[in-house]
């Protein structure tokens, strides 16, 4: 198995990038989506964060509150360490779920954090946002780390458009998020999502190609 790191800037196009390596046949492990999974109503997350921060985490039907918990991890007025007692409840759920996926793909218990399996051609590729601020404290292991760039100006156009953003609430997300050099320096591949999709899409054809071609080393088995 190989397994490939896959992030980007908010707004820049990762998520089309992800959906074209799906639709190439690899495995995408989403952790937007696995964030959302570990703490839905009657989930061991939920009931964790609600110990941790008390019973305004929740709703009055049992769903997580995010309002509520913004205030109270990212607000000015959060306790020091909020955010990294919830990163503590979170990120274990995560990585865990995201383990199970890979075990899933590759049809094999025994997946190792750096990534090799017996006799497995799988490429498994995670999706994560905040690749670059998680990355030292994952327990996995990437073949290769791929990020996805446009500039600032045209990813605060997109939210606007698509998202309903102001100009200031998508500046104000991006400065949430590591910076394009620091991606940049992460990443072995930088891709450019302001280049017409057919373009983009063909270099990352190339890509697939090359890992397909490396994973035929025995060193990824």
Do not use: C
């Not at 990762?14 to 839905?40: C, E, F, P």
């Not at 999706?127 to 045209?154: N, R």
């Amino acid at each position: 198995m190989m397994r490939i790191g896959l992030t980007g800037g908010i707004a820049a196009g990762k998520s089309t990038v992800a959906q074209h390596l799906n639709n190439l046949g690899l495995t995408v492990i989403d952790y937007d989506a696995l964030a959302r999974q570990v703490v839905a109503p009657d989930s061991e997350g939920l009931r964790q964060i609600v110990q941790e921060f008390g019973n305004g985490a929740v709703t009055a039907d049992g769903q997580l509150n995010r309002a509520w918990m913004a205030e109270h991890v990212f607000g000015e007025h959060a306790a020091p360490g909020a955010r990294e007692r919830l990163d503590a409840i979170e990120h274990p759920l995560i990585y865990e779920a995201a383990r199970r996926i890979e075990r899933s793909a590759v049809g094999n218990d025994s997946v190792a954090d750096n990534g090799t399996s017996p006799e497995s051609l799988a490429i498994v590729v995670h999706d994560v946002p905040l690749l670059t601020e998680v990355i030292g404290s994952m327990p996995f292991a990437f073949a290769h780390i791929v990020s996805v760039e446009a500039p600032a100006e045209t990813r605060v156009a997109r939210m606007m458009s698509t998202r309903g953003m102001s100009r200031e609430q998508a500046l104000a997300r991006i400065r949430h998020q590591s910076s394009e050099a620091e991606r940049r320096a992460l990443a072995d591949e930088v891709i450019d999502a302001t280049q017409p999709i057919e373009r983009m899409f063909e270099r990352v054809d190339t890509l697939v190609a090359q890992w397909r071609s490396e994973l035929r080393d025995s060193s990824y088995r």
